[in-house]
């Protein structure tokens, strides 16, 4: 137990989510219980992961969610581990959510894109129609995100673009999607910035420089390609191939590595695979299980096509350092295990004073430490 890597988590301490500053003390080495000297409260070590007041095993809760995420049924599950469905189901609740917050701190932050790809994914649910959209940047094959509804519009795919816009920063970058019109007006709607010029009224919004927007049109016929148009609708053809060239090395316009990760999901979230006895009931079912696939796809999963040369052998035999997509990101330094992932431990905002009047002299110094 180091209580130099650990944080408080209350939400009333002044020293929230703050490391290294000499506030916690191991409180129970046999029950593994930190104190707070800020605001005088224990917290165990679990806490704030998806471990926290959970009685089963460990290992088994790991396992099960490894075997979740990567596509095993909870029918099997439930016969191999003699558990019940839903336990199995609360566990991947937590593991879902859990995934989500770990997604929101570590991906959705401003870094460079460079070329993005999009794509929805009709879903056949229990009486209803989902359409799950999302995002993946090219060069580094990081998931950006979800988003579901249950109608194919310009307001899901304005909320993916938020998604999008949280991680990227204000650099050329190009969009390569399908033939879906409302493409185009969500991300003209959300890759905007306020131009202040009067203080009194709303600002005009400005939209960003170097949006490039390219389209991939399949012609069907009998239910198979038999063409594909390729379509520039923003941007010159020499800044999209330069663009092209720089992420992916060589090639053309295309929506390839975005559907190779719409496979990748459907091979392991079984309310996902069309023509299945395994529908979904509830959006959050499956809402929870996407952000489950896709974070231990972005941290847990190594990618083949992002390895890179270590040195070459004798033999002429070249050796390979594999990489997980936040590693090309540069978000982590080494793949992460599954167990690894559920129990990290996301901050909280840090603290801001909320109190009004005359401060007294213990407030003024929690105010010049921790703020």
């Known amino acids: 137990m180091d209580p130099q ?3 408080c988590l209350n939400l009333d301490c002044p020293a929230r989510g703050r490391t290294g500053q000499g506030n916690i003390h191991v409180h129970s080495i046999k029950e593994r219980r930190y104190r707070c000297e800020v605001c005088h409260q224990t917290f165990t070590a679990t806490k704030g992961t998806v471990f926290y007041r959970l009685h089963s095993n460990t290992d088994q809760v790991t396992l099960v969610l490894a075997l979740l995420a990567y596509g095993c049924p909870v029918c099997a599950i439930v016969f191999a581990f003699g558990l019940d469905e839903r336990t199995v189901r609360d566990w991947e609740d937590r593991a879902g959510h859990h995934s989500e917050q ?3 701190h570590l991906v959705q932050r401003p870094r460079d894109l460079g070329h993005v790809q999009a794509d929805e994914i009709r879903v056949k649910m229990q009486k209803v129609i989902v359409w799950l959209a999302m995002a993946l940047q090219v060069s580094t094959r990081l998931w950006l995100g979800a988003t579901l509804s249950t109608h194919r519009d310009e307001t899901l795919l304005t909320e993916l673009m938020h998604r999008v816009r949280a991680c990227a920063l204000c650099r050329p970058m190009l969009f390569c999607v399908d033939g879906f019109r409302a493409y185009l007006g969500a991300i003209q709607t959300v890759f905007r910035e306020p131009v202040p010029t009067h203080p009194i009224g709303r600002p005009q ?5 170097g949006i490039y927007v390219a389209q991939v049109i399949k012609q069907y016929a009998h239910g198979h390609v038999i063409g594909v148009v390729r379509r520039i609708v923003q941007g010159t053809e020499a800044q999209v191939n330069h663009l092209v060239r720089t992420t992916q090395g060589e090639g053309v316009i295309n929506t390839a590595y975005i559907e190779r990760l719409n496979a990748t999901f459907r091979a392991r979230l079984a309310g996902l695979v069309r023509r299945s006895r395994s529908l979904l009931q509830q959006t959050s079912t499956l809402h929870v299980g996407v952000y489950l696939v896709g974070t231990v796809y972005n941290f847990c999963t190594d990618q083949k096509s992002l390895r890179v040369p270590l040195y070459v052998g004798r033999a002429g035999r070249t050796h390979w350092v594999s990489r997980t997509p ?3 990101a540069g978000i982590t330094d080494h793949r992460w295990s599954v167990s690894e992932l559920l129990s990290y431990h ?5 603290w801001t004073l909320k109190q009004r009047g005359r401060r007294s002299r213990a407030m003024k110094e929690l105010i010049s430490r921790w703020c």
């Open 102 to 104: 770990v997604h929101q």
């Open 5 to 7: 890597t650990v944080f």
């Open 346 to 350: 996301v901050p909280p905002s840090r």
């Open 326 to 328: 936040t590693m090309a």
């Open 205 to 209: 919004l400005r939209p960003w420089d």
